[in-house]
C-alpha cells in the first residue's frame, strides 16, 4: 500500500499525524526541524523530545502511545530529494510554512499527478485554510519578526485545523470526495 507523506511536523502537521493514527495506509512524516521549548505550547510534541527532530520525535510518540509505526524523514525536502521523498506517495498532506517548500511539493505532485492536500494557518491563529491542489495558490510568508505559534493561546484552533485536514484527507481515501475550505477559530466556509 502506498504511503501517506505529510511534510512538515509542527503546529498543523502534528495534530495531523495525531488524528491520523488508525489510517490504514502507511505514514510518513518529512521534517527537518527541531523540537524548542516554545513548539510544546502549539504543538503535538513533548518536553521530553526538546531538542530532537521532530519527525523522529512523533514516531517515537506515536508507537509509544498507540503502537502506530511511522516513518520519520528528518530531512528538509529540496529539489533534489523531493522525487525520492514524495515519489510513491497515495497523497501528500503539505503542512509546510514557507512558500519554497510548498512550490516543491506543488511543482512535483502536479508534474507526477500525486493527490495533494495543502494546510495553511496564519501565525497568530486567526485563520487556516486547507485547499487541495487544484484550488492553491502558495502565499508568501509575512515579515521576519511576525508572530508565531509561540503560545498555547492559538493551541485549540491548531489542533481543529488538523483535525479538519484528517477528516478532508481520510474522506478522500475513503471515497475519493474532495473538500476544501477556510476557517477562523469560530467557523468554517466551504470552499469545494
Known amino acids: 500500500m502506498k504511503p501517506i507523506v505529510i511534510v512538515g511536523a509542527g503546529a498543523l ?31 503535538f510534541h513533548t518536553k521530553m523530545g526538546l531538542g530532537r527532530n521532530k519527525a523522529q520525535a512523533l514516531q517515537q510518540a506515536m508507537q509509544g502511545m498507540w503502537r502506530t509505526k511511522l516513518i520519520a524523514i528528518p530531512h528538509k525536502l529540496t529539489l533534489e530529494n523531493v522525487g525520492t521523498v514524495l515519489g510513491d506517495a497515495a497523497l501528500v498532506l503539505d503542512c509546510t510554512d514557507n512558500i519554497e517548500a510548498r512550490q516543491i511539493i506543488q511543482g512535483f505532485v502536479r508534474a507526477k499527478g500525486i493527490p495533494c492536500l495543502h494546510g495553511a494557518l496564519s501565525a497568530d491563529g486567526s485563520f487556516g485554510r486547507i485547499i487541495w491542489d487544484e484550488l492553491f495558490r502558495a ?22 485545523a488538523g483535525a479538519q485536514m484528517a477528516v478532508i484527507a481520510q474522506l478522500f481515501l475513503e471515497n475519493g470526495e474532495k473538500r476544501s475550505l477556510q476557517m477562523t477559530p469560530t467557523g468554517m466556509i466551504r470552499l469545494a
Open 13 to 43: 502537521g502534528s495534530h495531523v499525524v495525531l488524528c491520523a493514527r488508525n489510517w490504514a495506509h502507511p505514514i510518513q512524516v518529512v521534517d527537518f526541524d527541531r523540537i524548542e521549548a516554545k513548539n510544546t505550547q502549539a504543538q
Open 139 to 160: 502565499d508568501p510568508e509575512g515579515a521576519p519578526g511576525q508572530a508565531t505559534c509561540e503560545d498555547g493561546e492559538t493551541l485549540p484552533f491548531f489542533a481543529l
